[in-house]
C-alpha cells in the first residue's frame, strides 16, 4: 500500500510540474507573440488540422483493420508457408521511405486525397503485418499444443489462447505504424491530400514562421495525443495476466 | 479402459517407425506409466489415443469406442491431457484456465466456477486467494497443480499425462506426487503417464510399459518388472539397485513373520528363555493383557535371569507398522542399528515382526521363481 501512496503522490508531483510547464510555455508564446499567430491562423488550424485527422484516421483505421486479420492469415496453417517470405517483403518494405511511397502512390493514382490515403495505409500496413505475424508467431508453441489437447478448435484457439498472448505485440506494432503515419501526414500535402502539412510548407515557402509553426504544433500535439491514446487501449485491453504495463 | 492394437507411427520423412506395432490395455482406474529412454516413442504413443498424431496403422479404444469414429476435437474434450511445460494460459485467471474444457462443453457457468473452487480445494489451495489470480502469479508446484486439475475438471474418464511433474525439483516432485496419487484413489481415472524415471514409475504406476526404439518390450507391475526384467535391456534400463527399488512395492505386512511368540509381565524370565531357544530367537516381546507391545526382553538376559519378565524388560528402541513399505523398515532398522523390528498397528497391538533374513528371503523368493 505504501508503494502505492508513493505512485499515486509522484504522479501528483509529475501533473503539478505538467501545469506549470503548460502554463510558462503559455506565457512564453504569448509574449513573443506566438499566440497571437496561431490565433490569426485558427480558421486555416481547424479546417486543416480536421482534414488531417481524417487522413490519419481513415488511413490508420483500414491498416488496422486490414493489417491484423492479414496477420494472422499468415499464420494459419494453410497461409503459412507463405508466412517468411511475407516477413521479408514487409522487412524490406520497410526500409523503403515513406516520401518515396508517397512519390510511388501519386505516381500510380494520380493527385488529391485518394493517394495520400493510399500511400499512408501502405506504410501503415506493414509493421501491422508484421508485428500481428511475429505476436502470434511468438506464443509458445506448448500453449497452442495444450489448448489443441484439451479440444479446443482452431478458432478458439486464436481466440482464446493466440490473439490474447499476442495482443501487446500488435498493438506495438499498431502504435509505430500511427507514429509513422502522423508523421508522414504533413507530407500529403506534397501529392495534394491537404492537412496542416499546408501550413508547414507555405511557411517555410514564404518564411513565415508563424504560419509554419502553426501547422507544426498541432502536427506534435497530434502525435503525442495519438501516441497517448494507443498506450490507454493497450493498458486497458490487455489481460492482466499477460500485460507488461500492469 | 485405454486398448492400443497394433499401433504403428512412422512420420513422414522418416523410413523406421517412431512406434511399431504396440498392443496394450490400460484397465479401468489403472495408472499405466510409459517407460523408456528418450525418442522411445512414449510421448507419440500417447498423442495417438487423444489424435493429436494420427497413428499410421492400428486402432485405439476408448472404452469400448474406437478412438477413430469421433470428431478428434470433440474426443480431445472427453481425455484429460497435462504436458510437462504445464501449458496454462497466461492470460486467463486460474479460474478460467480450470474451466476451460467446461466452458467449450458449454457448462453453466456458476456450476463450473463452483466446481474450480472445489477442485482448488481438494488440493489444499485456498479459493479466495488462488481463484483470481494470474499463472504468472503462482509457484511452478502450484501451477503444476493447478495443470492436472485443469484435466480432471470436465471429470474425463480417461487421463494422459506426459512427463507432468518433470519441471519440478525433487522435493515437491515427491510431494506432488504423493498428493496425485491420494487424489486418484479418490477419482479413480484410467490413466495413461509417460515418465523416464524409473523410482517415479514404480511409485505411481499400477503396470509399467517399457519401451524401446518404438516397441513395447515388457508390459507388467512394478514389482514384476524389477524382479523378472523380460530381456537385459531392461535391466538395465531399471538399474543395478533394482532390488532396492523393490523394497518400496512390499510392505512389512509381506516380510512379517504373523502372531510370534510373545511373553507377558507375569511369565518368569525362564519362560522367556524357554520359548526363545524353541524358536531360535534372541528376543522376544512382552504384551499387556490386550495384546499391546511393552517392551522386550534379550536371551542373554532372561538366560539364567531369575525374577519375572516385567521386572527385566527393555522398551523397543522404534516400531513400524504392517502397512509400511520396507524400504522405510530397513532404513529404520539401519539408524537404529538392529536387525529386527517389531510391528504395531494403529492401535498399538503387538502383530508380528520382520527382520533382515525375512526380507532377504521375501525379495529372493520371487527371483527363485522366475
Ligand atoms: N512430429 C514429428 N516428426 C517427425 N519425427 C518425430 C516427430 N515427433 C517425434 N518424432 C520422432 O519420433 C521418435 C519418438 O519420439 P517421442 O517424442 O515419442 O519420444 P519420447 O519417448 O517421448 O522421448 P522423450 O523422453 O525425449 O520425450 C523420435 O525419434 C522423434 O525424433
Ligand atoms: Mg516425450
Known sequence: MDEQAAVADIRQWWRGGLYILIFSLGAWAWGSGLLPVLLDHWDDITFLGRQHIQLVAISGGLAILIGVPAGVALTRSRFRRYGDVAMQVLNIGATIPTLAVLALSMSLLGIGNTPAIFALF???????????????????????????????????????????????????????????????????????????????????????????????????????????????????????????MR | MIRLEHVSKTFPNSTTPAVDHVTLEVPEGEICVLLGPSGCGKTTTMKMVNRLIEPSSGEIFIGDRNTADYDPVQLRRTIGYVIQQIGLFPNKTIEDNICLVPDVLGWERSKSRARAAELLDMVALDPGTFLKRYPKELSGGQQ????????????????????????IDPINREIIQDEFLKMQARIKKTIMFVSHDIDEAVKMADRIAIFRDGRLVQYDTPDNILAHPAESFVSDFVGGDRTLKRLQLLTVNDAMQHDPPRVTAEDTLETAAAIMAEHGHQAIVIVGPRGRARGYVQLSVARGGKGKVGENHETLPTTVKPGEDLRTAVSTMFRHDVSWLACIDDEGTFKGYVTLRSITRLLSEAYRDG
Open chain 2, 144 to 167: 503444476q497443480r493447478i495443470g492436472v486439475l485443469r484435466a480432471i475438471a470436465a471429470d474425463p474418464p480417461v487421463l494422459l499425462m506426459d512427463e507432468p511433474f518433470g519441471a
Open chain 1, 122 to 244: 501502405i506504410a501503415s500496413l506493414l509493421p501491422i503485418v508484421g508485428n500481428t505475424m511475429a505476436g502470434i508467431r511468438a506464443v509458445p508453441p506448448y500453449l497452442r499444443e495444450s489448448a489443441r489437447g484439451m479440444g479446443l478448435s482452431p478458432r478458439q484457439i486464436l481466440w482464446q489462447v493466440e490473439l490474447p498472448n499476442a495482443l501487446f505485440v500488435i498493438y506495438a506494432g499498431i502504435r509505430t505504424a500511427l507514429a509513422i503515419n502522423v508523421g508522414t501526414v504533413p507530407l500529403a500535402f506534397l501529392i495534394g491530400g491537404g492537412g496542416l502539412g499546408e501550413l508547414i510548407f507555405s511557411g517555410i515557402a514564404l518564411n513565415q514562421f508563424g504560419t509554419m509553426l502553426a501547422g507544426a504544433i498541432p502536427t506534435a500535439l497530434l502525435a503525442i495525443v495519438v501516441d497517448f491514446i494507443v498506450t490507454q487501449f493497450q493498458f486497458w485491453t490487455i489481460p492482466r495476466g499477460v500485460n507488461p
